[in-house]
Structure formats: C-alpha cells, structure tokens
C-alpha cells in the first residue's frame, strides 16, 4: 500500500498548526480590545439627558459641594440623584424662564419626575456602596474623574472589575484626606506614597479583605 | 384515544413453556406478554408513545418544534454575550419624603396580626436592586414570640406589597 499522504502535507500539517494557534490567539487579542474599548465601556461617551445638566458650571463656576445635589453619598449605598425640588431650590429664583430648564419646571408643576440615563452603571452583580468610599478617603475624582471639567457628564474610567481590583490592591495611591474626599485638581494635596500608607493606617483600611470576592459581589 | 382496546387474549402457555426449556436461553423478561411475544406487547414496544397519549393532530411536527424551541433560546441566552450594557434610567423624588435616605432601608414601628391578637413590630423597607422600587423587605418583632413571626414574616411581606405600586 502506498502512503496516504505525500510529503508536502508535512509541511501542510505544521502550517496548519502553527495557523490554528495564531488564529485563537487574535481571537483572544480582538475580543480583549473590544471589551476595554469605548464602544464597550462607553468611556467618554456623552448620553442623552433630559436637561443638559453642566457640571462644570455648578461645580467649578459656582462653587457647589457635590453633596448639595448629591444628598445621600455619605449615608448610602446610592450616592443620590437630586428631586426636582433641589433644581428648584435655586431655578424658580435665578434662569426661571430658561427654555432648557423647561422639563424641570414641567416635572415640577406635574410631579413627574425626571428621568436621567446612567451614565456611571455598575453590572447588577456587583455591589457598590458609595458611603464606605467617602468614609475612608476614596475622591469623587478617582472614579468619577475631573467633573468640575465636564460640560456634559461622561465617564471617564471604564469601572471595569480590573479598574476596582487595581485600587482595592493597592489604596494609598487614591487616598486623600476625608475633608479633600469632594474637591478636584489643584485643590487636593499631593501625597506621598508614605503618607498614603499612613492614610490606610489611620482610617483602618483592610487591604488583605479588599480583593476577597464578596466584597463585591455578595 | 382514537383506538379502541384490542382484548387481551390468552397466553399461550404452551409456547412459553417451549421457549423456556429450550437449551441456552439465557435471555430476560420482564412480563409473560413479552415472553410469548404477544401482538399487544409488539405494538406496545414499537410505538414511540402509549395508547393512551394524546395524539400530536398538527402537521407542524413536534421534534421539528422541539428544534426550533431549542434554537431560539440558545439565542436567547445569547444576548448575554452583548459587549454593551443595556441603558438604565435613574428616576428620582420630585419632592423627596422625609427620612427617606435613596439606597438606604427605612425602618419604622407597626403591627402585625399573628392569631388574631395585634402584634408590635419592627418594618423594614428596601429598595428592591434594579428598579430601586421601595417594598416590604421584612418584619421583625418589637417583642415577644419572635419564631412563629419570623416563620410567618413572609407571607406578611407579601400581603404588605401592593402589587400595583
């Protein structure tokens, strides 16, 4: 009986293999590049909101605490979306016939409320509790970035479990001081990386739990 | 249901008789009927479904639906795979109620019946994870009995929601 396969297939076979492997390879590599990309994590994308609420005008023009809105941030799991009676607070006073304001005073006159798209949405399998965060010196600017910046809201970290992990290992590059926790930029005090580890210290930081799966996900 | 019952005859001892003594049968049964190879047990073994199935009367045949089931929700649980997460709206107060702290369970003091007689307890209302509606996550008792409220707290819960909210 004559070979079944003529030797050229040798090289063939090695070829294919080599092929194979490649293939599953820049499967891997593509898959990986589109999960961290922005059509993914939608970094920086600017959503559709009911009213184009500037963050750059209420923060750095005007000074406001983030709390001012944001009410629960320190007590709560949910940082707080404000009603509309904290909008109205000021605007039935001051841009009380803007026409941009308009579906806050609608909201207002009729009760319903506004409804404003996510921008910062964690998977529903993940548990995040805002409160802990201020509590041990964690900036709004670490996740949220520069928002005295931003005209319009957008995320600027892709809070992607790999962004968490890299904080949760190693927290004193994040730490700030608890009255610097809602300021931006120029504004908070540059630490050192002992200074940081003197903050983990002093606000009883237990880096050892933080990477354990239920602090997350329970 | 359409068939009617073909009465059963009886067996044919005899046969059986024969094929049992024959040498090196070392085959197995499981009922006379089948031993003495009887017409009810033949068709018995032969049809796919028992007599008394309901017959599937659509020309759309049922393994094909079967297959065009299966398909579609293997699709289905594809969509899990999307690369973007679905978009979600944040719906808050127009006039914020007091003591309501957004993501935070409120507590207050009511009562229960439990036998008739009214028992005082602790309430608890959540935000229920998506929707971040608030409902009745549970009840505790102020005092007195807690094991007989605890295994009826359910079911109080339940009563408490109103399904429309």
């Known amino acids: 009986m004559g070979q079944l396969f003529h030797p050229a297939s040798n090289a063939f076979s090695r070829a294919s293999i080599i092929a194979g492997i490649l293939l599953v390879g820049v499967a891997l590599w593509v898959w990986a590049v589109v999960y961290r990309s922005p059509y993914s994590t939608e970094v920086n994308v600017v959503r559709h909101q009911p009213v184009p609420f500037s963050h750059e005008h209420h923060v750095a023009g005007l000074g406001l605490d983030c709390r001012y809105c944001h009410l629960s941030v320190e007590k709560s799991a949910f940082a707080g979306i404000p009603p509309t009676q904290v909008c109205m607070g000021c605007h039935s006073q001051i841009w009380k016939t803007s026409p941009m304001l308009e579906p806050v005073r609608a909201s207002y006159r009729s009760g319903k409320p506004l409804e404003w798209t996510r921008v910062h949405d964690l998977p529903d399998f993940v548990y995040f509790n805002h409160s802990i965060h201020i509590a041990k010196g964690v900036g709004c600017e670490s996740c949220h970035g520069r928002v005295d910046q931003m005209p319009l809201m957008r995320k600027v970290k892709t809070l992607q479990m790999e962004f968490c992990l890299d904080c949760h290992r190693e927290p004193q590059d994040q730490l700030r001081e608890r009255d610097e926790v809602f300021r931006f930029g120029d504004q908070v005090k540059k630490l050192t990386p002992d200074q940081g580890q003197e903050l983990v210290q002093a606000y009883h930081v237990n880096v050892r739990q933080l990477t354990d799966c239920f602090v997350c996900h329970r | ?165």
């Not at chain 2, 003495?36 to 009367?57: K, M, N």
């Not at chain 2, 020309?59 to 969509?79: C, D, E, I, Q, V």
């Open chain 2, 1 to 165: 249901m359409s068939e009617t019952k073909t009465p059963s005859r009886p067996l044919d001892l005899d046969a059986i008789r024969a094929r049992l003594s024959s040498a090196g049968n070392d085959e197995y049964w499981r009922s006379l009927e089948q031993l003495a190879e009887a017409p009810e047990f033949l068709e018995f073994l032969h049809r796919e479904f028992p007599r008394q199935a309901a017959d599937w009367d659509d020309t759309f045949g049922r393994r094909h639906f079967l297959k065009l089931m299966g398909a579609s929700l293997s699709l289905a649980g594809a969509t899990g795979c999307l690369l973007r997460q679905p978009e979600e709206k944040i719906v808050p107060y127009v006039r914020q109620p007091e003591r309501i702290v957004p993501g935070d369970e409120l507590y207050y003091a009511t009562a229960t019946t439990l036998d008739g007689y009214a028992q005082a307890c602790w309430s608890k209302a959540g935000w229920a994870g998506r929707s971040r509606s608030r409902a009745i996550r549970s009840i505790r008792p102020a005092w007195g009995r807690p094991t007989l409220l605890a295994r009826r707290r359910s079911c109080h819960c339940t009563i408490l929601i109103d399904p429309r909210r």
